[in-house]
């Protein structure tokens, strides 16, 4: 690839970042439909944020991704959020469009094309657990709510980030019912039986914690329950691994949604549509190459 005074500049901001899968896949597909952008990672630190933001406006970076820990806090130094991203307070996708930043929040509707393309998944007039409230689930939940999600229950390790999230969901989307419900509650496993889409949504099971996993009734599973994990790192995880034995669940790991909102930001950035397939492909084989 030949840099030059005319090329883009993409990124992501984070802290760390090194472990960043983003910019395998953009750059696979900028090479492949022979654009003139390269995406590069930039480890920010939380205080060096507002300078960072500032500097995709003074440095010309045609567009950043956000990640841990900086997706809430950037939103403040953006000119103009997008409905979605306004409601969950949190952006992962900044484009620079003459000086003004624009804040997307691409993950919840990249989980949502990923369950449709791998689960044949459609989240209207559906009922939806989702296990942790953190930034991840925040967006997701949202994103569910605004697609005509029936019901939505939040079960989290603390129930006040759980009880925020249903309030701001029953407050501000038109979700007909969002509730909470306690792990370790029998009300948690009829949680479990009705639903019609799980999502793991906790770092729990994430390369190097491999091992780690949710304490979770899987005996309560239903077939034809779609069992969706966020972790990609490994591919599947003890979570997966143990929903999979349950005959008749669909189960889906984080690859799909790391796809698919970055084929999103991609074609925010660039106006073109992206090649799906190259960076799905760049995406497996680097995990591939992973050592566990």
Not at 17 to 29: D, G, K, L
Not at 95 to 106: A, C, E, I, Q, S
Not at 153 to 178: D, F, S, W, Y
Not at 212 to 232: A, R
């Amino acid at each position: 690839m030949l840099i030059s005074g005319a090329t883009h500049v993409c990124g992501i901001f984070g802290y760390p970042v090194e472990h960043s899968f983003s910019p395998v896949m953009h750059n696979a597909a900028f090479s492949f439909l022979g654009l003139d952008f390269v995406y590069v990672p930039y480890c920010v630190a939380p205080e060096e944020l507002e300078n960072a933001a500032k500097a995709v406006i003074s440095l010309g970076i045609a567009g950043v991704n956000i990640t841990i820990p900086h997706k809430e806090k950037v939103c403040r130094y953006i000119d103009q959020l997008t409905p979605g991203a306004k409601i969950a307070g949190a952006v992962n996708t900044i484009v620079n469009k003459k000086g003004k930043l624009y804040g997307h929040n691409t993950d919840g509707a990249g989980l949502l094309r990923s369950l449709k393309e791998e689960a044949d998944f459609l989240p209207a007039g559906k009922t939806v657990l989702i296990l942790g409230a953190g930034g991840a689930a925040r967006s997701i939940a949202v994103e569910l709510a605004m697609s005509g999600a029936l019901l939505i229950t939040i079960a989290n390790r603390k129930p006040e980030r759980a009880v925020e999230l249903a309030h701001l969901l029953t407050g501000q989307t038109p979700v007909k019912k969002a509730d909470t419900v306690h792990w370790t509650t029998p009300e948690f496993k009829e949680s479990v039986k009705r639903a019609d889409l799980i999502i793991q949504a906790t770092p729990l099971g994430m390369y190097p914690n491999a091992e780690t996993c949710l304490d979770f009734p899987f005996e309560y599973l239903q077939p034809g329950q779609v069992i969706c994990d966020l972790v990609y790192n490994p591919p599947i995880t003890k979570f997966l691994k143990n929903a999979s034995l349950t005959e008749g669940v669909k189960v889906t790991n984080g690859i799909g949604m790391l796809l698919y909102q970055g084929v999103l930001a991609f074609e925010h950035w660039t106006g073109v549509q992206a090649p799906v397939e190259i960076m799905l492909k760049s995406l497996q084989e680097f995990l591939a190459a992973q050592v566990y």
